[in-house]
Nanobody, 120 residues
Framework: QVQLVESGGGLVQAGGSLRLSCAASGRTFIRYFMGWFRQCPGKEREFVAAISWSGGSTYYRDSVKGRFTISRDSAKKLVYLQMNSLKPEDTAVYYC?????????????WGQGTQVTVSS
């Protein structure tokens, strides 16, 4: 079992930055891919970024490459999403998730989400 709690969301102007954090609990945290997803009202949840259990591999959706960076501190059971050059279209609820199967599939555990709002 893995429990996830996100923090760090808020309101920021376009071009600004935010860093989201995800605190995990559970003894097997280190074995999971960790990902960030987002969902806008009326739209499906979409993949944003993921990181392998070792931290050696990262994955991003095209629209955030070069702007977002995912990282993890397995010793502290923390996952981060550094978001720079934010755009209004990045506005969404962001969710942290854990997968035992791969970077973009099999996400079994989810946090409650944190709201990110980017004003133009």
């Amino acid at each position: 079992q893995v429990q996830l709690v996100e923090s760090g969301g808020g309101l920021v102007q376009a071009g600004g930055s935010l860093r989201l954090s995800c605190a995990a609990s559970g003894r097997t945290f280190i074995r999971y891919f960790m990902g960030w997803f987002r969902q806008c009202p009326g739209k499906e949840r979409e993949f944003v970024a993921a990181i392998s259990w070792s931290g050696g591999s990262t994955y991003y959706r095209d629209s955030v490459k070069g702007r977002f960076t995912i990282s993890r501190d397995s010793a502290k059971k923390l996952v981060y999403l550094q978001m720079n050059s934010l755009k209004p279209e990045d506005t969404a609820v962001y969710y942290c998730a854990a997968s035992s199967k791969g970077p973009t599939v099999g996400y079994d555990y989810w946090g409650q989400g944190t709201q990110v709002t980017v004003s133009s």
